[in-house]
């Protein structure tokens, strides 16, 4: 981390550091192979690096064994080659993770890359991937990362993931509508909602990943390039041929 | 005291049966334990006397009850959090500041005017205040919100502190503040320095001012 008052402090790819952070914000990945990337988090990268989509021929086996999630194949692309690439989102927090023959399960937009030794597969809660195997991912959070261990109920917006515990269910809570006088308040809706009927409840033994504010992070939209001058379009559906 | 500080955007508090905090609706982050969140229709204490005074102040924030047995992560909008200690001082904040706060305190609207007059209400539109600020007396914690991190300056009789009012946040103690004005011709012609207004604190006290001159 750099100080908080100092002259600019100037990398290059020796002083870049490999798999740790460079700032809060922005983490650098020292890339020798395969990576798995979300699209539009690389920011800049050193070295002989390509970055082609998720279904290409060539990444047969790769997907068959660390992309399970058709379903975000249009958000990852794969670098290839060897390199140091630096990854942001947005200037959120960005941290890295490493599962050891582990199971970790994240919101969909918060994580950025993984490595292959890590298989990505959909959860069955509707918004989240699963992680499982060996190796390190990438992930951004609004606010510093907090750990804590169930039982615990979570703000559903305040929810980065969990690890080695089972999925959590919902919890409602609407204490405060019982009795005489919360009969009158949910007949009349005097008083208002507290915004706090609803939470995760986690239980059993594991980790569960917070953020530091109730903000999601929204899913953007990273396909595209932005249409603005001096940027070459993205090519629409059936090979641009409807971008006319 | 029931705040610790998590890291710099979420705070924590310990409650036990028969405490109270009262926080900010949708603040809550998580919690483990037995706790009930309850909307506080009256917005805070002082009963329907104090609910209508803080209405018609426009400093009533919705608030809820937090009450039980167990451990709650509070945090809002990603914004930086200062946890205030009050032993006997009042402290001056306004009502869409406050994360949380404990329920002991006591909890009150001031009119701007009572400092200062006529001078005090303009300070409250300058500084966004409005005409009315929520005033915290008694012993106990609070947590404050701001945007970029907070700086406790501290004021004495011998050294007056000036503050841009777009970067204050709260004072505590017994500080007299007055809106001085630096205005001149450069004012008049539109080449100001942007710095026209600013607040004096006298006294002896600590102002809290935010790295940012952004609005909540």
């Known amino acids: 981390m750099t100080p908080p008052v100092s002259a600019p402090v100037i990398h290059d790819v020796n002083t870049l550091p490999s798999g740790d952070n460079v700032n809060p914000y922005a983490f650098s990945v020292d890339v020798q192979g395969q990576w798995f990337l979300q699209k539009g988090k690389m920011i800049a990268y050193y070295g002989q690096l390509s970055f082609d989509g998720v279904g290409h021929g060539r990444f047969d086996r790769l997907l068959a064994g660390s992309f399970h999630s058709p379903m975000h194949a249009a958000d990852w692309v794969v670098a290839e080659g060897s390199g140091k690439m630096l990854l942001a989102d947005r200037s959120f ?4 993770y490493d599962l050891d023959d582990g199971n970790l ?3 969909s937009g918060n994580l950025l ?3 292959p030794g890590l298989a990505l597969k959909q959860s069955i809660i509707p918004g989240f991937l699963t992680l499982i195997g060996t190796g390190k991912f990438v992930a951004a959070s ?13 703000d559903p917006e305040a929810l980065v993931g969990w690890a080695d515990c089972p999925s ?4 409602y809570d609407h204490q405060y509508l019982r009795g005489v006088l919360g009969g009158v308040r949910r007949l009349t809706g005097l008083g208002g909602a507290s915004g706090e009927e609803h939470q995760y409840e986690f239980v059993g033994a594991g980790t569960v990943l917070l953020q530091s504010s109730e903000q999601v992070m929204a899913a953007r ?5 932005p249409g603005q001058q001096g940027v070459p379009r993205q090519r629409g559906g059936v090979g641009g041929l409807l971008d006319m | 005291m029931p705040f610790t500080q998590v890291n710099s955007k979420v705070v924590q508090a310990k409650i036990q049966a028969g405490q109270r905090l009262y926080s900010q609706r949708g603040a809550m982050l998580a919690y483990s334990g037995a706790v ?3 909307p506080d229709l009256a917005g805070g204490q002082g009963g329907i006397g104090g609910m209508i005074g803080r209405r018609v102040a426009n400093e009533a924030t919705p608030l809820m009850t937090v009450e039980g047995d167990g451990t709650v992560m509070f945090g809002h909008g990603g914004h930086h959090i200062e946890v205030i200690e009050l032993s006997g001082e009042t402290l001056y904040v306004e009502a869409d500041r406050l994360l949380a706060f404990d329920g002991q305190l006591r909890q009150g609207t001031m009119f701007m005017g009572q400092q200062g007059g006529v001078m005090g209400m303009v300070r409250g539109q300058v500084t966004g205040q409005g005409l009315f600020t929520t005033t915290l007396a008694g012993n106990g914690a609070a947590a404050v919100m701001a945007h970029g991190g907070v700086l406790a300056l501290p004021v004495t009789p011998q050294s007056p502190v000036h503050v841009d009012p777009q970067a204050y946040v709260a004072h505590r103690g017994e500080l007299q503040n007055k809106l001085t004005t630096a205005l001149g011709w450069r004012e008049m012609v539109g080449r100001g320095s942007g710095e026209g207004f600013q607040l004096e604190l006298t006294g002896s006290g ?3 001012v935010q790295a940012s001159e952004e609005k909540l």
């Open chain 1, 93 to 96: 927090d960005i941290n890295s």
């Open chain 1, 105 to 107: 399960t994240i919101r």
């Open chain 1, 113 to 115: 890359a993984y490595e």
């Open chain 1, 142 to 154: 609004n606010g510093p990362v907090i750990f804590a261990e169930p039982p615990i109920r979570v």
């Open chain 1, 168 to 171: 959590p269910c919902h919890h």
């Open chain 1, 221 to 225: 939209p990273t396909g595209a390039t």
């Open chain 2, 36 to 38: 009930s969140f309850t």
């Open chain 2, 206 to 208: 600590t102002v809290y």
